[in-house]
């Protein structure tokens, strides 16, 4: 039996944040509910980012990702009866969960009071660009803005020599961070529920994830009375055998030993130069973090000359820690994640498929089986007629521009 079996999450949010948090619960067998206007629908069905397009590859990758598992129902809450419609949901749910701003919520009537004088026990989880308090809790954002540059993500992703702070990698970085940053905060409310039988409201938001995610370099930079902690130059590191290098045939890897003492002659030895071992530049911690330049230039040479597959079948025969460098394309492939079902292909009707990436915690060994996201109102019809709607009833409803 799945974690979360037995628990209905209604999910009222756009975009990629909250949603990820959906897609987390859904993932751990909670039944989710995404509720959509039935004209427009959540705007990530058409976004493009990155270059990513919807229907490239025979699907709408960003949608997907953020929504798989779900059921769909289209309904406008701005009417009356579709606020009805969705109370109704309410009333059977455990988790209610939404990105919308605070004006918007109370004026929608989804705010966290009048969800929990509705359904006195449901968890509200609220997911905010800068927290519910302060000057900004008003203030949209997205993950770029909130996550991104707010906490000092981007300024310390920076290299020594760049002359601006750098985007953030790719669509939603933050988003799915804080998504499941919210996921947990849930499960963690419905348990404390189980104990007081009393609902709560989850704060989530992408300010604090990614205060959160930056915490050590935080404290780090106050403790050393600076604005950030001393970014690293790839050629003069503290210690050489915490670097990337870069084999032969242009294959990028990491070496993390990060008790250098420890391995350096092992490293040395399997590299086929034990005599550097004993290089009095390069004997301990200390010399060589004096001498990193030209550690780093020794070794630099070394590694060119070897391809990637030579590199590894070395580096694997010593202790030491190292890691291959992936492109986000090339990790489909790798074994070690698809052992442990940390990527996932899933197929569509028409032949297409995507890898997902399952929510990272797993319980009892056992992983999720991922499908795909609903297509726009998908379940509307199968839902209400499941709470004791008539079809004629819904005809009526959507006539009335009520649901999808």
């Known amino acids: 039996m799945a974690l979360l079996d037995g628990i209905k999450v209604v999910e009222v949010a756009i975009y990629a944040f909250v949603p990820s948090a959906g897609a987390a619960l859904s993932d751990w067998g909670a039944d989710v509910i995404k509720v959509e206007h039935p004209e427009s629908g959540d705007p990530m069905r058409g976004l493009a980012s990155y270059g990513i397009k919807p229907g490239d590859g025979g699907v709408t990758a960003l949608w ?104 953030l990698p790719g669509p939603a970085f933050g988003d799915v961070q804080s998504g ?17 039988g009393k609902g709560a409201i989850v704060d989530v938001s992408l300010l604090g994830s990614g ?67 004993k290089d009095p530049r390069f004997i301990d911690m200390k010399t060589r973090g004096a001498n990193s330049e030209a550690c780093v230039t020794v070794l630099d040479g070394i590694f060119s000359a070897m391809p990637f597959a030579e590199v590894a079948e070395r580096l694997n025969s010593q202790e030491g820690q190292w890691s291959t460098v992936e492109m986000p394309g090339d990790t489909v492939k790798d074994e070690q994640s698809i052992a442990n079902h940390y990527i996932q292909m899933v197929k569509f009707e028409n032949g297409a498929d995507l890898p997902f990436v399952p929510g990272p915690a797993q319980i009892d060994g056992v992983a999720p089986v991922l499908t795909r996201a609903p297509e726009h109102g998908e379940h509307t019809d199968a839902i209400f007629e499941s709470m004791g709607h008539s079809m004629d009833e819904l005809i009526e409803l959507k006539i009335a521009g009520v649901i999808a």
């Not at 690293?232 to 055998?241: A, G, M, Q, S, T």
């Open 180 to 196: 499941m940053n919210m996921a947990g905060g849930i499960a963690a409310a419905l348990y404390q529920r189980e104990k007081t």
């Open 64 to 167: 997907e990702v953020f929504n798989r598992g779900k059921r769909s129902v289209g309904i406008n809450i701005n009417k009356p009866e579709g606020l009805k419609l969705l109370m109704e949901l309410v009333d059977e749910a455990d988790v209610f969960i939404t990105n919308f701003m605070q004006p918007a919520r109370h004026r929608l009537g989804i705010d966290a009071d009048q969800i929990l004088a509705r359904n006195p026990r449901i968890i509200y989880g609220r997911g905010t660009g800068q927290g519910p308090l302060g000057p900004d809790a008003d203030k949209g954002g997205f993950d770029g803005l909130s996550y991104w540059g707010r906490a000092g993500v981007s300024t310390s992703s920076m290299p020594p020599d760049y002359n601006f702070p750098v985007m």
């Open 211 to 277: 205060l959160w995610a930056m915490q050590a370099t935080i404290a780090g930079a106050y403790a050393i009375k600076k604005d950030t902690i001393v970014q690293h130059d790839r050629y003069r590191p503290p210690n050489p055998l915490a670097n990337i290098y870069r084999a032969k045939d242009g294959r990028f890897f990491l070496i993390g030993m990060l008790e250098a003492d420890r391995y350096w002659s092992g490293l040395c030895a399997a590299i086929g130069q034990p005599d550097l071992a």
